[in-house]
């Protein structure tokens, strides 16, 4: 068993140790193919090791998705797809592991307690699944918000002019332009203060969603709260106060509350910015996100 502390493992990078398991699993199956040539081991051994590998493979999927450090910022919607079918797999191979398992008692080769590791994994990984399940869920709302928020954005002015009793998809305030990281903190604080909660943030800065839908999303901040709800009207009159520029979007259609978001920050540029006559147009400060 090869162990590496979380942290150093981290520096090292995800990648590296995400595949020692399946780096293992790997030369394995190299050494078993070695033996079957010469005779030394059967057939069924090779197709065994492959099995295993697949499965470490499976592991390693999971690992670096469900329980990936920066959370959604690093998933796709694609990567979520992949996520669940890993997912899905767990729990066949431990189904069929119980299902052989429950066989033997029955044949009267081993004894009812022998079934309770079977029972602990398959349990343990419909746990899994669910997870995953609940996981890509999120990953596709916060695509559907992305979406919103971009298809807003470019008839931003249209749905934020002031027309008396209108319903507004969006409100824009401008503030004086600057967000940074010590506004977010400030923020963040006196949101646990008042709502005894961790506010809802859904993207922080960059992530390979919104970079994927071709928006720059750095030094800008998704909080997941409906604008007109208790918690969003607090967030929009802190933003107000301390004169931190959002927006604060109602859902890309009236009632669909998956696009229903306050965008902290300047409005979102595409990611490579069509040269136009004002030249490129480039993300003023660098908050660090
Ligand atoms: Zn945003």
Not at 246 to 263: D, E, L, N
Request: overall charge positive.
């Amino acid at each position: 068993m090869l162990v590496v502390s979380a942290g150093a493992a981290w520096c090292a990078g995800r990648e590296a140790l995400a595949s020692a398991d399946v780096l293992r699993a790997q030369q394995e199956v190299d050494r078993v193919k070695r033996m079957v040539t010469m005779g030394a081991l059967p057939r069924k051994a090779l197709e065994e090791s492959q099995a295993a590998l697949t499965e470490a493979k499976d592991r390693d999927l999971l690992q670096s998705t469900l329980y990936a450090r920066d959370g959604l910022n690093s998933i796709t919607e694609e990567k979520s797809r992949d996520m669940m079918g890993a997912a899905e797999r767990q729990v066949q191979r431990s189904r069929e592991r119980l299902a052989a398992a429950e066989k033997k008692v029955d044949e009267g080769v081993a004894p009812l307690t022998s079934l309770t590791p079977y029972l602990e994994e398959f349990e343990r990984n419909r746990v899994v699944c669910s997870q995953a399940v609940a996981h890509a869920r999120l990953v596709h709302e916060m695509q559907e918000m992305i979406r919103a928020e971009r298809e807003l954005q470019s008839r931003i002015d249209q749905l934020t002019s002031v027309r008396p009793g209108a319903y507004r998809a969006a409100e824009k305030f401008d503030g004086n332009g600057s967000f940074t990281a010590l506004h977010l903190r400030a923020i963040e604080l006196g949101f646990v203060k008042q709502f005894r909660r961790v506010m809802p943030i859904s993207a922080k800065g960059d992530s390979e969603m919104h970079r994927g839908m071709g928006y720059d999303h750095r030094g800008r901040v998704d909080v997941a709260v409906l604008p007109d709800s208790t918690e969003g009207m607090w967030l929009r009159k802190q933003l107000e106060l301390m004169r931190i520029p959002h927006i604060a979007f109602r859902g890309y259609v009236p009632g669909q509350a998956t696009g229903a978001h306050i965008h902290i920050g300047p409005p979102s540029l595409p990611y490579r910015p069509l040269t136009t006559a004002t030249g490129p147009t480039m993300s003023p400060a660098r908050p660090g996100f």
